[in-house]
């Protein structure tokens, strides 16, 4: 499942003896009214340094890492950008965290326990210190519980807590102890604070103290100095940090550089560490022997959307013609061509998400399977064997969208269905797709809290369901996804969403098809650092070393 | 004269309500809204908390009252402040505005430092091995795309001298030879093409000027080749140049954006174009709004300095 490189030597992310996995951890987490999940005693705290018989690791020195966009602002609530949280995750941390494998363990929360199903009541880690030397607290906590439902400026309004978990209010129990009252049963709860992308802990009044935007202040291993927007994120070592040894590195500063020509020529010149690169560049600085290539899969796939609306009466409306759609799509021919063969089969929930996806064997085999002989018999029995024409949209930039829409063309042409492109920059594509103006769309998807971010849209509870396919019909699908969110022991939580996923690949109003790599290429002297599934720059922040 | 300039001034103001209400339109005009860029992803909001965010982020009423809102704010100063990040328009142009002028400008001296004399020793040499050398330099000057020089220029330098600008903006009263070494790449790739267009606007100038019969005169005057070409030539055949030069600066502007986003420098035209990817309103508004005064302000200078330089035109008009 996981995405990490093997570890280069010394103190990995990995998880350390007594660790719990993902799913464990959960499982316990579900077992309502069974008391006290003591997870940070069985988890314990990460690993401050190398085992026993490896060499210590190297301390200190700096390392600069390109960012491909900037992080714009780097508020810690209503961040929408993925940059954002690149900007500002060296600071921030929240009750819990994933490690590499997207293994959830404690961070700020030490253990906590779930009261009743709609209760659950956590501890915090004690003398954890924010950059500012005050102590970590149950009403700092509380406070920013109360922020992510309500991000101030410049957060966004409509990112709110609520809008992923059914957090009904939270209350400060005692120093260390902080209870969050559901709405109702909801397992997102925990996946959505180990991302930690909207749920960060600040200091109490941190808002009245600081330019949230420009400034923050965590418990995180980095302390802020600078962020100028357009230009650089600037941070050093938090001397404070609980993870006693961590992190090794002295200094960590993030570069915007937009332009990829631009990243490789400062990588060539060594005024950067490392940075993500396209599969064609990092080829090429695969051959310089003081850049090594680091590769993995995340979470972002790439998916056919179709609309199913009332009263259209389109071909596709019909499920066999999705069908045959699905199964004249060449999946390793675009992996070939699009991504040099780096790629992988995707269902609904991409491969690498922990224990959510489909296998890649049952999906090649079975669900997204090349069959030109069986696509064309679906096309006859739907009575469509002469074909028809629709325009598919897609992303002007990245380029791969339009070229895997290129691959598509020539595979659905023998299937007689005539595709016209139309390449839109990105703010008009998500305007249209958002309002449901399309017909076929060439999307993505990207990462999400909890593996209910992947399918809720398929249950018409979901706002954008009506928007895009309000004719689609399944209550099977409708009952696992709606109880899925609601069951919290995982153990049966699992098969939930993997017999969904399997109804949703023989419906098809979403035909899922290739999950991409990521590359990112770093100089030998960067250790430990690895590509992370959440798309986040994870490593930078306590496992990379320099050594040389 | 005075006169003159008043007159041209005034004329401004019709020019500059037109470009803000165009400006306004053309980014209300751009499909799709920051509500939409902000809904990216995994975030779901229904109608309503869209509505809320619009009307929290100025976006609803109509359009002549959200542009006297903003031009009536940008007449005091105020441009609002940016979708993205809250903070002031004005602050992140002030920040932003002196970088751009310092790119454009260390651009158009090299153009002109280097565009003047190439013009005149290609006009007083003409047809000769430098005059050719000159007009080819020229031609490539005006067909190469700036950013495809910029990203060459850097691969040029990574690879053969393992050397970039530095990459965090270094102000030059803090260290002027760091600024100067981080500008010097990015300047000169958006200075060629003006300095083809000078190069030539020059030669071109100087030829015709060459051939008057005040320069045969001096010629045959017996006054040196040397002084007809710098002393009699080359005043007069510079007026037109200063208008060229005028107008570049509106390239230079606009080649400034891409540039400034290669070598990483946090300029205007990097604002700008980030703005537009957010859907930024303010921020758009505002850089465009800038961008253009600095435009007409320009041609105002060029205006005035024409009829400093050729009495006869402020006597016409």
């Given at each position: 499942m996981s995405d990490k490189p093997a570890p280069e030597g010394a103190a990995p992310e990995s998880p350390g003896k007594g660790e719990l996995n993902r799913r464990d951890l959960l499982v316990k987490a579900g077992?309502?009214?069974?008391?006290?999940?003591a997870a940070g005693a069985l988890a314990g705290s990460a690993k401050a340094g190398p085992s026993r018989g490896q060499a210590p690791v190297p301390t200190g020195g700096r390392v600069t890492w390109a960012l491909e966009q900037d992080p714009v602002h780097i508020a810690p609530f209503g961040a929408t950008l993925t940059s954002n949280h690149w900007g500002k995750a060296p600071m921030y941390e929240s009750l819990i965290e994933w490690d590499s494998q997207l293994n959830q363990r404690p961070a700020l929360a030490e253990s906590w326990k779930?009261?009743?199903?709609r209760t659950v009541d956590f501890t915090l880690r004690r003398g954890v210190r924010f950059h500012n030397g005050k102590e970590l607290t149950a009403a700092d906590a509380k406070y920013s519980f109360d922020l992510m439902e309500n991000p101030p400026v410049p957060g966004s309004p409509v990112v709110k807590l609520s809008g992923y978990v059914a957090v009904e209010s939270t209350e400060?129990?005692?120093?260390?102890v902080l209870r969050v009252k559901l709405k109702n049963s909801d397992a997102r709860l925990f996946g959505h604070l180990a991302w930690n992308r909207y749920t960060p802990i600040v200091p109490e009044g941190m808002y009245q103290q600081v330019n949230a935007g420009r400034q923050g202040i965590g418990t995180g291993p980095f302390r802020l100095l600078e962020y100028q927007p357009n230009s650089h994120v600037e941070y050093e070592r938090n001397q404070r940090y609980w993870k006693k040894g961590r992190p090794y590195l002295d200094a960590l500063t993030m570069k915007v550089l937009p332009d990829e020509q631009a990243r490789i020529a400062a990588l060539r010149s060594n005024a950067i560490d490392g940075g993500t690169f396209n599969a064609d560049s990092a080829s090429v600085l695969?051959?310089?022997?003081n850049l090594k290539v680091l590769k993995g899969g995340t979470a972002a796939f790439r998916e056919l959307q179709f609309t199913i609306k009332k009263g259209e009466n389109k071909p596709w409306h019909d499920k066999r013609v999705r069908q045959a759609v699905n199964f004249a799509i060449n999946r390793q021919e675009i992996i070939n061509k699009v991504y040099g063969g780096n790629g992988r089969y995707s269902g609904h929930v991409p491969p690498g998400y922990g224990p959510w996806p489909l296998s890649q064997d049952e999906l090649k085999s079975k669900y997204l399977k090349f069959d030109l002989p069986k696509a064309q018999a679906l096309m006859r029995a739907a009575g469509q064997s002469r074909g028809f024409s629709v325009t598919l949209t897609t992303f002007s930039t990245p380029l791969d969208f339009a070229q895997v829409a290129s691959v598509m063309k020539q595979q659905l042409k023998r299937i007689n269905i005539d595709v016209n492109i139309v390449a839109q920059e990105p703010g008009t594509f998500g305007s249209a797709n958002g309002r449901g103006a399309f017909d076929w769309d060439l999307t993505a998807r990207g990462m999400r809290g909890d593996v209910d971010g992947y399918l809720a849209e398929f249950n018409p509870s979901a706002a954008i369901f009506n928007v895009w396919y309000p004719e689609y019909r399944n209550v099977r699908v409708w009952r696992l996804v709606g109880n899925g969110k609601i069951q919290l022991d995982q153990a049966k939580r699992i098969p939930m969403y993997k017999e969904a996923q399997r109804l949703l690949l023989e419906d098809l109003v979403q035909v899922p098809l290739v999950a991409v790599t990521k590359f990112q290429v770093v100089r030998k002297r960067v250790n430990n650092m690895y590509v992370a599934f959440s798309d986040f720059n994870t490593g930078l922040h306590t496992s990379v070393y320099v050594k040389g | 004269m005075l006169g003159y300039i008043v007159k041209r001034t005034l004329l401004l103001l019709p020019t500059l309500f037109g470009v803000s209400v165009g400006i306004f339109l053309m980014v209300r005009l751009l499909p799709g809204d920051i509500i939409d860029i902000l809904l990216g992803g995994d975030i779901t909001a229904s109608e309503e908390v869209k509505q809320e965010a619009r009307e929290q982020l100025g976006l609803t009423g109509s359009y002549p009252e959200q542009y006297w809102n903003w031009i009536s704010g940008a007449v005091r100063g105020d441009f609002g402040d940016s979708l993205r990040n809250a903070e002031p328009v004005s602050t992140i142009l002030r920040d932003s505005l002196p970088i751009t002028l310092e790119l454009v400008f260390l651009a158009l001296l090299i153009a002109v430092v280097v565009g003047v004399p190439l013009g005149v020793i290609s006009a007083a040499r003409r047809d000769s091995a430098r005059d050719y050398a000159s007009r080819l330099g020229g031609l490539i000057g005006v067909s190469v795309p700036n950013f495809w020089l910029a990203t060459l220029l850097l691969l040029f330098t990574s690879k053969v001298f393992g050397w970039v600008p530095p990459l965090t903006y270094i102000s030059p009263r803090d260290d002027l030879l760091g600024n100067l070494s981080q500008f010097i790449l990015p300047a000169l790739s958006i200075s060629v093409f003006t300095l083809a267009i000078v190069m030539r606007m020059v030669r071109a100038t100087m030829l015709e000027v060459l051939g008057q019969d005040y320069v045969r005169t001096a010629r045959a005057k017996g006054v040196a080749r040397r002084r007809v070409v710098y002393r009699h030539a080359l005043r007069n055949a510079l007026i037109p140049v200063v208008t060229v030069v005028g107008f570049e600066v509106g390239v230079l502007m606009s080649g400034a954006a891409i540039v400034e986003i290669i070598f990483g420098l946090p300029g205007v035209g990097n604002q700008l174009l980030q703005a537009i990817f957010n859907r930024d309103y303010p921020m758009i508004q505002a850089t465009t709004l800038l961008i253009a005064i600095i435009f007409i302000g320009f041609n105002l200078i060029v205006d005035v300095l024409y009829g400093f330089l050729d009495p006869r035109i402020s006597a016409e008009t």
């Open positions: 077992q309502v009214g069974a008391g006290a999940v779930v009261v009743d199903k400060v129990r005692s120093r260390y695969g051959r310089d022997r | -």
